[in-house]
């Protein structure tokens, strides 16, 4: 009788890679879908038997569940010598990733041979090619737009003498408005009053609280001031304001 001894060369590789599903806005960020597509190759030359754990975390490193597509992750796979299969998961974007910038994800599949010993393997994200075959984690990136909008605007409240001048009462209105994509934090607004002199005038805007404002969101200030007779001899008063906030980066917005 004569054997030959086939020995067991168990061997596995996975890459992973991201497309985005936009949801017709053709701007990524919330509300878009990103699908990861992970590949786990045999590259040995016995029957696997595999699963893949999956970790999603955003750039900040906080880990996230994903959105859907995981049931299947779990469950062991018979994948034979060069052969492959394809696992689908998907992350629905929200504000918070927008806020971190993105998403990373790395998955690890495990196989167990036939005599019982195990093989694993990090995914790469396959940007060098087929042949890549390291494991570099999977980086989709979101570009950060943050930026406010300020919009004022003054009412007259008057005294009913038929002219604009002392003891009447400016009312004046702002908006601040966040026209970017991340949320801005500890938004402050800084107002100057001035008459036609040049002359810092003072107006109470001690009810104006920091507050944090979420891309699309309007914030809205109030505040007045009694025209003086020194206002009213001047000819004019002056008013500007200026928001400021905290971007997710710590950059400070204008």
Same mark, same amino acid.
């Given at each position: 009788?004569?054997?030959?001894?086939?020995?067991?060369?168990?061997?596995?590789?996975?890459?992973?890679?991201? &497309?985005?599903?936009?949801?017709?806005?053709?701007?990524? $960020?919330?509300?878009?879908?990103?699908?990861?597509?992970?590949?786990?190759?045999?590259?040995?030359?016995?029957?696997?038997?595999?699963?893949?754990?999956?970790?999603? /975390?955003?750039? =900040?490193?906080?880990?996230?569940?994903?959105?859907?597509?995981?049931?299947?992750?779990?469950?062991?796979?018979?994948?034979?010598?060069?052969?492959?299969?394809?696992?689908?998961?998907?992350?629905?974007?929200?504000?918070?990733?927008?806020?971190?910038?993105?998403?990373?994800?790395?998955?690890?599949?495990?196989?167990?041979?036939?005599?019982?010993?195990?093989?694993?393997?990090?995914?790469?994200?396959?940007?060098? $090619?087929?042949?890549?075959?390291?494991?570099?984690?999977?980086?989709?990136?979101?570009?950060?737009?943050?930026?406010?909008?300020?919009? /004022?605007?003054?009412?007259?409240?008057?005294?009913?003498? $038929?002219?604009?001048?002392?003891?009447?009462?400016?009312?004046?209105?702002?908006?601040?408005?966040? &026209?970017?994509?991340?949320?801005?934090?500890?938004?402050?607004?800084?107002?100057?009053? &001035?008459?036609? =002199?040049?002359?810092?005038?003072?107006?109470?805007?001690?009810?104006?609280?920091?507050?944090?404002?979420?891309?699309?969101?309007?914030?809205?200030?109030?505040?007045?001031?009694?025209?003086?007779?020194?206002?009213?001899?001047?000819?004019?008063?002056?008013?500007?304001? #200026?928001?400021?906030? #905290?971007?997710?980066?710590?950059?400070?917005?204008?």
């Amino acid at each position: 009788e004569v054997q030959t001894t086939i020995a067991s060369a168990p061997g596995i590789e996975v890459i992973k890679t991201a &497309t985005i599903n936009d949801n017709g806005d053709a701007d990524f $960020g919330v509300g878009d879908v990103v699908q990861y597509t992970i590949e786990v190759k045999n590259t040995g030359n016995v029957t696997l038997e595999v699963t893949v754990e999956d970790v999603l /975390k955003d750039n =900040n490193g906080v880990e996230i569940p994903l959105t859907s597509g995981t049931g299947k992750l779990s469950i062991p796979s018979s994948i034979d010598p060069g052969t492959s299969d394809t696992y689908t998961v998907y992350q629905l974007i929200n504000q918070a990733i927008v806020d971190a910038g993105g998403l990373t994800n790395t998955a690890t599949a495990t196989g167990v041979a036939p005599d019982g010993s195990t093989v694993s393997d990090i995914s790469d994200d396959g940007d060098k $090619g087929p042949t890549d075959t390291g494991d570099d984690p999977t980086i989709t990136t979101i570009a950060q737009d943050p930026k406010l909008t300020v919009i /004022k605007t003054a009412t007259i409240v008057g005294d009913d003498d $038929g002219f604009v001048g002392a003891t009447d009462v400016i009312e004046y209105t702002i908006r601040v408005t966040n &026209t970017g994509n991340v949320t801005i934090k500890g938004v402050v607004l800084t107002d100057t009053l &001035t008459d036609g =002199n040049g002359d810092i005038l003072n107006i109470d805007t001690s009810a104006w609280l920091v507050r944090d404002i979420s891309p699309g969101q309007t914030e809205i200030y109030t505040a007045i001031y009694v025209i003086g007779q020194t206002s009213a001899d001047s000819g004019r008063v002056s008013n500007t304001v #200026t928001a400021t906030g #905290t971007a997710p980066d710590g950059s400070m917005v204008f």
